[in-house]
Structures are given as structure tokens and as C-alpha cells.
């Protein structure tokens, strides 16, 4: 599933960070005493660790572990220098030599389990955890260990409900909570997400990943004015950051406020002069405002600024395009499109290439490209559906017949496709807008294709149940309100008809039914 390796990855980040750190502070992880000289050469080690000197810190653990070799956290934390620079062969012998130490030791099992799975032995990662867990019941870090587990075999409920193991084990941990909401974003369920990030608030108020986090999650659950107000509070935890300006000027632009998102972009501005995602969404500012040429200058700025960033070019094909300058869009896409042949910049070499008049060298270069990349679906989706808005029906329907064939639930592709063989009279439209019904059938789109096409073969009754239902869901589309008048005046309901056209012609003074809506009226 497309959230999978995102949540493995934060889980596997979360757990090295906590087996990095873990036994850098002494005197929470001792468990044989030392001399007093030993004493002080660990606080002295934890001091060279907080500055990053860790050849001196390794050359000091050496001297301390000759002169003490019986003691296990010498050894652990030399390890976790070793992970902290990568050198995992060294870490694995050092954690091993503190196990051979003492048995039972949870820090070396932990440092362990996180090379097994840092060397993509989930297995023997989880065989590990199993240990420390009959040891301590509830001990966060194995939990999260289980967790990314479990996600490397892609096993994603069991990894869910590890993590909710740990959060409800330590209601004050963070950890747990973060992957927790951050695995509910990537799910889509942003309601969820933002239960958690609350619950970790609870206990961490003004920790700025905790805020970040819940910013992120209200922003996409659509509490827009919360999500404001809590990045507004990370910047002020964070004066100084100038991605925090750009993330907070980026909810005033969703709650419509681009007064204050200007604001808070020139404040990104002035902390970091080239601070590259706020150049951009300042320009965008101005694309939208009509403002052209100061889009065009911080576009010309950017491309100085970062000569092999593909982002200058783009938006200065983008306002290109919207001054309908193709010609000089077209090679600034081509620009853009030279440093980086992604299929986002595929598509809008293929939009300036055909606005300008050449559509079938467009739509030449574009095959091509699928031909090289016959799984890109992005690609294909926008010309299936370029083809479709110029009616070309013929080979939209050929792509969205290889969309629906590479991805059979696609909703999407078939709902379009069931519209295309409606326009051209095929008989395969009922059956493969029932398709699209079967996998969503509470979507507005999907009811509004298939009760037109029931409507079209004169199954009027079935018609007018699904076209309501679509207008319950989408009530701001005239054209579901006219595909519903229209079905409800051939059912020989007249009077409730009348009322919805009436309505709609009121409401909606241009909409591309409004001529055949008009006639239908009169006929009432």
C-alpha cells in the first residue's frame, strides 16, 4: 500500500535516534558501578558526545574499558558511537561483548534488534524485541522496534497495533504517538491523526514536532483556523526558522488570508534570502493575484540562485502560460525539463507545446515517453484525459482502457472510461459504469455516469434514485442538478423538474448544459 514505506522508514528513523542516543547520559544507564575515576571519565565522554567529538569519545571508552573491562555500558556505549557513524560491524561486536557481559542487558539487545534491522533481518530483530519484552512488558522502544518490524514484512495492522501498545504502555512517550499520527495522514484518516497529535500535546505542549505535527493533520482534516493558530505557535517557539514561516504562511493561504501568507513569506525571506519553498509559494502568490512580471522576477531570481533546480523554470513557464506567451513557456519547460524528466514537467511540456498550435508533435513526444515508461500512469491519466476534453473519444478511451487494465480498482478510469463509451454509442458503458458503482458507490461522479447512462437507456426509475443521491452529495454541480431535472421529467414527474431547473437557471448563470436546460423548461 502506498503508505508502507514511509511508515517503515519512520519508525526505523525514530528507534536509531532513541538507539543513538540511548546510554549517552551515564547516570540513567550504569548498571555496574564504576570507580570514581570511571564516573568522571563517562561524564566526560557524554560531554565530548553532546559536542560531536567522537573520536575523542571512542579514544576515551577505550582507555575506560582496559581499565574496567568487566562492565557492560562501556560497551554499549561505544556502540552506539559506532551506529551514530554508521560503522555497524563495530556496534554489533561492542553491543554482543556487552551482552556476553550481562545477560540480560536491555540496551545491548535494543542496539541489536536496531542493526538487524538497519541489515533488513526483521526476523531476528523481532526475535530480539520477543526478549526484552518477557524482561519488561512495557518497554516503549521494543514496542516501536516491533512495530518497524512488522512493517518491513509488510504486516501494517500489526504494526498499528504496536504502536498503539506502546503509546497506551507510556501515555507520555512521543514517539509512539507521532508514527502513530503521521501513519493516520498517510492513511487519509487526518481525523484520527489529529486525536493523536492532541493526546500527544497533552503531555509535550510546546514541543515543535509535536505542534508541526498537529498543524499538518488540521490542515488536512480541514480545521483550517486551528491549523493557524498552532503554526502560529510554533512560530513563535521558532522565531528564527524560516520553513516554519513558509508552513504557517501556507495555512493563511488555505483559510484564503493572503494578506498574512505574504507576510509570513517575506518574514521566511528575510531570515533566509534563498529560502527556496517560500520564493516559490511567494511567486505563486503573485501568479494567482495577476501580478505577472514580480512572478516572473523571484522566477529569474531562483534560476540564479539554484541553476540546477528545476523550480525557477517551471514557474516561469507558469507565468508564461498565463501571459499565453507559449512559445516562451514551451522552452522554459523544455529548461526545467532538461535538468529533470519527471512526468510532472513531461505533461506541462506537452500543455506549451499544444496551446502553441503544434498538437501533434505534443501528443507525439508524450506517447513516446509512454512507450520508454509504460507504467507511468500520471502521464497516462493526463493525456487519456486531454484527449477526452478535446473530443478525441477514440484514443481516450484506448488510455483509459490501459489505466483501467494496470489498476483495476481505479475508480477513476472506469467512471471516465463507462462516460467516453456513452459518447460514443458503445454498448460496454452500463456495464462498466456498474464497475465503477461496485468500488465506490457513495461517490458523486460515479452515481451522476451511471444514472445518465441508465437515464440514456430508459431505465428512468433507477435513474432518478441514483442522479438524487448525486445531488445529495454534490449539490453545487449543475450539471448533476440538470442530469436529475432531466431524468425527473422523463420519469413524468414535471412539477418537481420544474423546480429543479428553475432553481438551477437562477443560481447558475453559465454552465455548459444551460442551453439544453432552457429547452427542457419550456417543454414543461
Given at each position: 500500500?502506498?503508505?508502507?514505506?514511509?511508515?517503515?522508514?519512520?519508525?526505523?528513523?525514530a528507534?536509531?535516534?532513541?538507539?543513538?542516543?540511548?546510554?549517552?547520559?551515564?547516570?540513567?544507564?550504569?548498571?555496574?558501578?564504576?570507580?570514581?575515576?570511571?564516573?568522571?571519565?563517562?561524564?566526560?565522554?557524554?560531554?565530548?558526545?553532546?559536542?560531536?567529538?567522537?573520536?575523542?569519545?571512542?579514544?576515551?571508552?577505550?582507555?575506560?574499558?582496559?581499565?574496567?573491562p568487566?562492565?557492560?555500558?562501556?560497551?554499549?556505549?561505544?556502540a552506539?558511537?559506532?551506529?551514530?557513524?554508521?560503522?555497524?560491524?563495530?556496534?554489533?561486536?561492542?553491543?554482543?561483548?556487552?551482552?556476553?557481559?550481562?545477560?540480560?542487558?536491555?540496551?545491548?539487545?535494543?542496539?541489536?534488534?536496531?542493526?538487524?534491522?538497519?541489515?533488513?533481518?526483521?526476523?531476528?530483530?523481532?526475535?530480539?524485541?520477543?526478549?526484552?519484552?518477557?524482561?519488561?512488558?512495557?518497554?516503549?522502544?521494543?514496542?516501536?522496534?516491533?512495530?518497524?518490524?512488522?512493517?518491513?514484512?509488510?504486516?501494517?495492522?500489526?504494526?498499528?497495533?504496536?504502536?498503539?501498545?506502546?503509546?497506551?504502555?507510556?501515555?507520555?512517550?512521543?514517539?509512539?504517538?507521532?508514527?502513530?499520527?503521521?501513519?493516520?495522514?498517510?492513511?487519509?484518516?487526518?481525523?484520527?491523526?489529529?486525536?493523536?497529535?492532541?493526546?500527544?500535546?497533552?503531555?509535550?505542549?510546546?514541543?515543535?514536532?509535536?505542534l508541526?505535527?498537529?498543524?499538518t493533520?488540521?490542515?488536512?482534516?480541514?480545521?483550517?483556523?486551528?491549523?493557524?493558530?498552532?503554526?502560529?505557535?510554533?512560530?513563535?517557539?521558532?522565531?528564527?526558522?524560516?520553513?516554519?514561516?513558509?508552513?504557517?504562511?501556507?495555512?493563511?493561504?488555505?483559510?484564503?488570508?493572503?494578506?498574512?501568507?505574504?507576510?509570513?513569506?517575506?518574514?521566511?525571506?528575510?531570515?533566509?534570502?534563498?529560502?527556496?519553498?517560500?520564493?516559490?509559494?511567494?511567486?505563486?502568490?503573485?501568479?494567482?493575484?495577476?501580478?505577472?512580471?514580480?512572478?516572473?522576477?523571484?522566477a529569474?531570481?531562483?534560476?540564479?540562485?539554484?541553476?540546477?533546480?528545476?523550480?525557477?523554470?517551471?514557474?516561469?513557464?507558469?507565468?508564461?502560460?498565463?501571459?499565453?506567451?507559449?512559445?516562451?513557456?514551451?522552452?522554459?519547460?523544455?529548461?526545467?525539463?532538461?535538468?529533470?524528466?519527471?512526468?510532472?514537467?513531461?505533461?506541462?511540456?506537452?500543455?506549451?507545446?499544444?496551446?502553441?498550435?503544434?498538437?501533434?508533435?505534443?501528443?507525439?513526444?508524450?506517447?513516446?515517453w509512454?512507450?520508454?515508461r509504460?507504467?507511468?500512469?500520471?502521464v497516462?491519466?493526463?493525456?487519456?484525459?486531454?484527449?477526452?476534453?478535446?473530443?478525441?473519444?477514440?484514443?481516450?478511451?484506448?488510455?483509459?482502457?490501459?489505466?483501467?487494465?494496470?489498476?483495476?480498482?481505479?475508480?477513476?478510469?472506469?467512471?471516465?472510461?463507462?462516460?467516453?463509451?456513452?459518447q460514443?454509442?458503445?454498448?460496454?458503458?452500463?456495464?462498466?459504469?456498474?464497475?465503477?458503482?461496485?468500488?465506490?458507490?457513495?461517490n458523486?461522479?460515479?452515481?451522476d455516469?451511471?444514472?445518465?447512462?441508465?437515464?440514456?437507456?430508459?431505465?428512468?426509475?433507477?435513474?432518478?434514485?441514483?442522479?438524487?443521491?448525486?445531488?445529495?452529495?454534490?449539490?453545487?454541480?449543475?450539471?448533476?442538478?440538470?442530469?436529475?431535472?432531466?431524468?425527473?421529467?422523463?420519469?413524468?414527474?414535471?412539477?418537481?423538474a420544474?423546480?429543479?431547473?428553475e432553481?438551477?437557471?437562477?443560481?447558475?448563470?453559465?454552465?455548459?448544459?444551460?442551453?439544453?436546460?432552457?429547452?427542457?423548461?419550456?417543454?414543461?
Open positions: 500500500m502506498p503508505y508502507r514505506r514511509p511508515l517503515i522508514a519512520a519508525c526505523i528513523t528507534f536509531a535516534a532513541l538507539s543513538a542516543t540511548s546510554g549517552a547520559a551515564p547516570a540513567a544507564t550504569i548498571s555496574t558501578p564504576l570507580t570514581n575515576v570511571g564516573a568522571e571519565r563517562m561524564q566526560d565522554v557524554a560531554r565530548l558526545i553532546q559536542r560531536n567529538q567522537l573520536d575523542e569519545a571512542l579514544r576515551q571508552l577505550d582507555a575506560l574499558e582496559k581499565a574496567e568487566r562492565n557492560p555500558d562501556v560497551s554499549n556505549l561505544k552506539r558511537i559506532y551506529m551514530a557513524r554508521g560503522d555497524l560491524a563495530k556496534a554489533r561486536s561492542s553491543f554482543e561483548r556487552a551482552l556476553g557481559l550481562k545477560a540480560d542487558s536491555i540496551d545491548a539487545q535494543l542496539g541489536l534488534a536496531g542493526i538487524d534491522l538497519r541489515e533488513k533481518k526483521p526476523e531476528a530483530a523481532r526475535k530480539r524485541y520477543d526478549a526484552i519484552l518477557a524482561i519488561d512488558r512495557n518497554n516503549v522502544n521494543a514496542m516501536l522496534g516491533m512495530a518497524a518490524a512488522a512493517t518491513e514484512v509488510h504486516q501494517d495492522a500489526e504494526a498499528v497495533a504496536w504502536l498503539e501498545k506502546a503509546a497506551a504502555a507510556s501515555p507520555a512517550a512521543l514517539e509512539p504517538r507521532l508514527l502513530l499520527a503521521k501513519h493516520y495522514l498517510m492513511r487519509g484518516d487526518a481525523r484520527k491523526a489529529v486525536a493523536v497529535a492532541e493526546q500527544a500535546r497533552a503531555y509535550h505542549r510546546d514541543n515543535p514536532q509535536v508541526d505535527t498537529l498543524a493533520a488540521q490542515l488536512a482534516a480541514g480545521d483550517i483556523s486551528n491549523a493557524v493558530v498552532t503554526y502560529g505557535r510554533l512560530a513563535e517557539l521558532q522565531p528564527s526558522d524560516p520553513h516554519v514561516q513558509y508552513k504557517l504562511a501556507s495555512a493563511y493561504a488555505a483559510a484564503s488570508d493572503t494578506t498574512a501568507a505574504r507576510k509570513a513569506l517575506d518574514r521566511a525571506l528575510e531570515l533566509k534570502a534563498d529560502h527556496l519553498a517560500s520564493e516559490m509559494a511567494l511567486a505563486s502568490l503573485e501568479l494567482t493575484a495577476g501580478r505577472h512580471s514580480q512572478a516572473l522576477r523571484i529569474r531570481d531562483v534560476q540564479k540562485q539554484y541553476p540546477t533546480n528545476t523550480a525557477g523554470y517551471g514557474m516561469e513557464g507558469d507565468v508564461r502560460m498565463a501571459q499565453k506567451d507559449y512559445a516562451a513557456a514551451l522552452k522554459a519547460y523544455e529548461k526545467a525539463f532538461a535538468l529533470d524528466r519527471n512526468d510532472m514537467l513531461a505533461t506541462k511540456v506537452h500543455s506549451a507545446q499544444s496551446a502553441g498550435g503544434d498538437v501533434a508533435g505534443a501528443d507525439a513526444r508524450l506517447l513516446q509512454l512507450k520508454e509504460p507504467n507511468d500512469t500520471a497516462r491519466a493526463y493525456l487519456a484525459g486531454t484527449y477526452a476534453r478535446s473530443g478525441r473519444y477514440q484514443p481516450a478511451i484506448e488510455q483509459y482502457e490501459l489505466l483501467a487494465k494496470a489498476n483495476p480498482k481505479s475508480v477513476i478510469a472506469w467512471n471516465d472510461l463507462a462516460w467516453l463509451y456513452q460514443q454509442k458503445d454498448p460496454r458503458a452500463l456495464e462498466t459504469a456498474e464497475r465503477a458503482f461496485q468500488i465506490e458507490p457513495e458523486a461522479r460515479v452515481l455516469t451511471l444514472g445518465w447512462i441508465l437515464y440514456d437507456g430508459d431505465q428512468t426509475a433507477r435513474a432518478v434514485q441514483l442522479l438524487q443521491k448525486a445531488v445529495d452529495k454534490a449539490p453545487d454541480s449543475a450539471e448533476v442538478r440538470y442530469h436529475y431535472a432531466a431524468a425527473l421529467a422523463k420519469s413524468g414527474d414535471k412539477p418537481k420544474r423546480r429543479q431547473l432553481d438551477l437557471l437562477a443560481r447558475d448563470r453559465n454552465f455548459p448544459q444551460r442551453a439544453e436546460a432552457q429547452a427542457l423548461l419550456k417543454q414543461l
